[in-house]
Nanobody, 119 residues
Framework: VQLVESGGGLVQAGGSLRLSCAAS????????MGWYRQAPGKQRDLVAS???????NYADSVKGRFTISRDNAKKMVFLQMNSLKPEDTDVYYC??????????????WGQGTQVTVSS
């Protein structure tokens, strides 16, 4: 299973970016999908997650500004980031939980995409 992220970059404070993550490979089903972020020397923190049924969960710091969505048919997850702040600067990682044909669950991570918000 491979995850390919795209959409990161440099944006001014108040601007927007949309991150995408596409999964490929031998995938029977995908349960939760999510986005995490990590600064150098710090732990990787949850930004937002979405279940297969569409229920969402957000970190308090991004509520009202970020929106997570998914396309189950295309095996993709998205993160729309609006009203970006300099403190949103981090490397963003997507994570998916894949269900195998034996109903075991495995977590996979993307390679990370840099988001930089200038003041």
């Amino acid at each position: 299973v491979q995850l390919v992220e795209s959409g990161g970059g440099l944006v001014q404070a108040g601007g927007s970016l949309r991150l995408s993550c596409a999964a490929s490979g031998s995938i029977f089903s995908i349960n939760d999908m999510g986005w995490y972020r990590q600064a150098p020397g710090k732990q990787r923190d949850l930004v937002a997650s979405i279940t297969r049924g569409g229920s969402t969960n957000y970190a308090d710091s991004v509520k009202g500004r970020f929106t997570i969505s998914r396309d189950n048919a295309k095996k993709m997850v998205f993160l729309q980031m609006n009203s970006l702040k300099p403190e949103d600067t981090d490397v963003y990682y997507c994570k998916i939980t894949v269900v195998s044909t034996s109903f075991s669950e495995f977590n996979y991570w993307g390679q990370g995409t840099q988001v930089t918000v200038s003041s």
